[in-house]
Structures are given as structure tokens and as C-alpha cells.
């Protein structure tokens, strides 16, 4: 298969015009070929839905400084991109996936415990795949400097953590839930309760950014980021509440997989 003006041609096929004996011949075999009683009708192409923000949401304010003013131009993929090695076990310790066990004590919130997989589109595990989580304290409060928000820090909570995910492409993340918190974007904004997810592939330069929120969540419906996704690719951005995957009068359980490409992608970029 080749490209001919802008057109994918399959090899073999004529370039040629209208006038040429090959597309003449083309032609009526197509017709001849239609007539046929036996003749099955093809599928109807479906173009798969976008369920990615785009670059520039005029509603959140950020994307009008940053969004790309001019088409992107694409770079081939580097070695390092391509044949990086995958992240070894002992890369991630069993504790970093624990953000409550940073402290001298417990920290203050509502303890959960979150599951889920990483697939790949179709449906295959994604194996020791690196995972990074970081996320507001239950105070709705960053350990960071610009963050002006007046709320407490939590000594005992730094809000941040990763994983590997397992030969099943399973991650298990024990945390605090978020609060949410005022920000400037527009009058009496608040964003909805969130974690913020990186997905690292083969090495660093393979990475992709999304956001887990919280079913039932009244901000949802008013938070600009959110709504900045399609709306196809809305729920799959919200966790389902998993009693199971909890911990038996200490912590809620929440379930969240993730799909890497193809039509039941992940939205990515949020």
C-alpha cells in the first residue's frame, strides 16, 4: 500500500484516469460485481469517537496560553522511545504505592484503597508499566509553593506515590480521599475531588497524563477541565465504588481501569 496525491492506493491498483483501459475495466467489474444476488453489502465504516480534550477549551483559561497556535509537526520516535528498557521491579518500592505511611501517624481524610488494570486497546495487560499518582491532601491542600489555597497541610501526607503495575497489568494505590479547592479559573470555581495519574511505557520519553474523579461528584458538572472532555469519554474518567476492594472499617474501596489507545481509550491530556 502506497500514498498517491493525498491518496492511500493498494498496490497494483492504476493511477491512471478515467479514460485508461485499467480503470474502464475497474469500473465494470465493480458493476458486474454489485449485481451479484449472492453479493454480501460491506459494513459501514465507523469512525471512532474522540474521547480526547482538545488543546484549546476557551472555558479553561490555561489552554488559551498554551494550546499550539500553529498544525503540529510530527517527529519520528527516537531509539530510546522505541527499544527502552522496561522499568525493573526493584524500581518501585512496595511502599511508595502506600500515601499514608509517609508520616509518623496516619493522616487525617477518608482512607480508601484504589484498583484497577492497565490495558492496552485490545484488552491486554499492560506489564511493569510505571504509574505515578500525586493529589490534594484531604484538605483540598498541595505540599507546593505556589499553592495559596487556606487550608492546612497534613505533616503526614505528601500527596504523592507510584506503582508498578503487575504481569495482569493490576496497580493497587492506598490513599487519602481528596478534598476539593477554589481556583481562579473563573468566579466560584472549585474543582471536583481528583487524582492525578502519569503512565510511563517502555522508558520516560513514553508518557501519558489523565485524571481519576469520583462518582456523584455535584463539581463535575461545573469543572471546566472536565467538561473539556468529549462527552463519550466523560465516565470513563470516574471510578466505581468497589466495597471489596476496601479494607473492612478503615478504608473505602474504588475500582479504575485504564485503556491505552483505540475506541475505548482512556482520555488522555486531562
Same mark, same amino acid.
Given at each position: 500500500?502506497?500514498?498517491?496525491?493525498? #491518496?492511500?492506493?493498494?498496490?497494483?491498483?492504476?493511477?491512471?484516469?478515467?479514460?485508461?483501459?485499467?480503470?474502464?475495466?475497474?469500473?465494470?467489474?465493480?458493476l458486474a460485481v454489485a449485481r451479484m444476488p449472492w453479493r454480501?453489502? /460491506?459494513?459501514?465504516?465507523? #469512525? &471512532?469517537?474522540?474521547?480526547?480534550? &482538545? +488543546?484549546? +477549551? /476557551?472555558? +479553561?483559561?490555561?489552554?488559551?496560553?498554551?494550546? $499550539?497556535?500553529?498544525?503540529?509537526?510530527?517527529?519520528? /520516535?527516537?531509539?530510546?522511545?522505541?527499544?527502552? $528498557?522496561?522499568? &525493573?521491579? #526493584?524500581?518501585?518500592?512496595?511502599?511508595?504505592?502506600?500515601?499514608?505511611?509517609?508520616?509518623?501517624?496516619?493522616?487525617?481524610?477518608?482512607?480508601?484503597?484504589?484498583?484497577?488494570?492497565?490495558?492496552?486497546e485490545d484488552g491486554r495487560p499492560v506489564p511493569r508499566a510505571?504509574?505515578?499518582?500525586?493529589?490534594?491532601?484531604?484538605?483540598?491542600? !498541595? $505540599?507546593?509553593? =505556589?499553592?495559596?489555597?487556606?487550608? /492546612?497541610?497534613? %505533616?503526614?501526607?505528601?500527596?504523592?506515590?507510584?506503582?508498578?503495575?503487575?504481569?495482569?497489568?493490576?496497580?493497587?494505590?492506598?490513599?487519602?480521599? %481528596?478534598?476539593? +479547592?477554589?481556583?481562579?479559573?473563573?468566579?466560584?470555581?472549585?474543582?471536583?475531588?481528583?487524582?492525578?495519574?502519569? *503512565?510511563?511505557?517502555?522508558?520516560?520519553?513514553? #508518557?501519558?497524563?489523565?485524571?481519576?474523579?469520583? %462518582?456523584?461528584? $455535584?463539581?463535575?458538572? @461545573?469543572?471546566?477541565?472536565?467538561?473539556?472532555? &468529549?462527552?463519550?469519554?466523560?465516565?470513563?474518567? @470516574?471510578?466505581?465504588?468497589? *466495597?471489596?476492594?476496601?479494607?473492612?472499617?478503615?478504608?473505602?474501596? !474504588?475500582?479504575?481501569?485504564? =485503556? =491505552?489507545?483505540?475506541?475505548?481509550?482512556? %482520555?488522555?491530556?486531562?
Amino acid at each position: 500500500m502506497m500514498s498517491a496525491g493525498g #491518496r492511500v492506493v493498494k498496490a497494483g491498483t492504476s493511477l491512471c484516469g478515467d479514460n485508461r483501459p485499467s480503470a474502464r475495466r475497474s469500473r465494470l467489474y465493480r458493476l458486474a460485481v454489485a449485481r451479484m444476488p449472492w453479493r454480501e453489502k /460491506p459494513m459501514a465504516e465507523t #469512525r &471512532p469517537v474522540d474521547v480526547h480534550p &482538545p +488543546y484549546l +477549551y /476557551p472555558d +479553561y483559561k490555561s489552554t488559551r496560553l498554551r494550546a $499550539p497556535a500553529q498544525p503540529l509537526v510530527r517527529v519520528a /520516535p527516537s531509539p530510546l522511545e522505541t527499544a527502552g $528498557p522496561v522499568f &525493573p521491579k #526493584r524500581f518501585v518500592g512496595e511502599s511508595e504505592a502506600d500515601l499514608t505511611t509517609w508520616g509518623t501517624s496516619a493522616p487525617l481524610g477518608e482512607k480508601m484503597v484504589l484498583v484497577g488494570r492497565l490495558l492496552d486497546e485490545d484488552g491486554r495487560p499492560v506489564p511493569r508499566a510505571l504509574i505515578e499518582v500525586w493529589q490534594a491532601n484531604a484538605s483540598g491542600k !498541595y $505540599p507546593h509553593p =505556589v499553592d495559596d489555597h487556606d487550608a /492546612p497541610l497534613d %505533616p503526614n501526607f505528601l500527596g504523592k506515590g507510584q506503582v508498578l503495575t503487575d504481569d495482569e497489568g493490576r496497580y493497587r494505590v492506598v490513599t487519602v480521599k %481528596p478534598g476539593a +479547592y477554589p481556583w481562579q479559573n473563573h468566579p466560584f470555581g472549585w474543582r471536583p475531588a481528583h487524582i492525578h495519574f502519569s *503512565l510511563f511505557g517502555n522508558a520516560y520519553a513514553q #508518557r501519558l497524563i489523565t485524571q481519576m474523579f469520583f %462518582p456523584g461528584d $455535584p463539581l463535575l458538572a @461545573i469543572d471546566p477541565i472536565f467538561q473539556s472532555v &468529549p462527552e463519550a469519554g466523560r465516565k470513563l474518567l @470516574i471510578a466505581d465504588l468497589d *466495597l471489596e476492594q476496601g479494607i473492612e472499617g478503615m478504608a473505602l474501596g !474504588y475500582r479504575w481501569d485504564m =485503556v =491505552v489507545r483505540g475506541p475505548r481509550a482512556t %482520555p488522555m491530556g486531562v
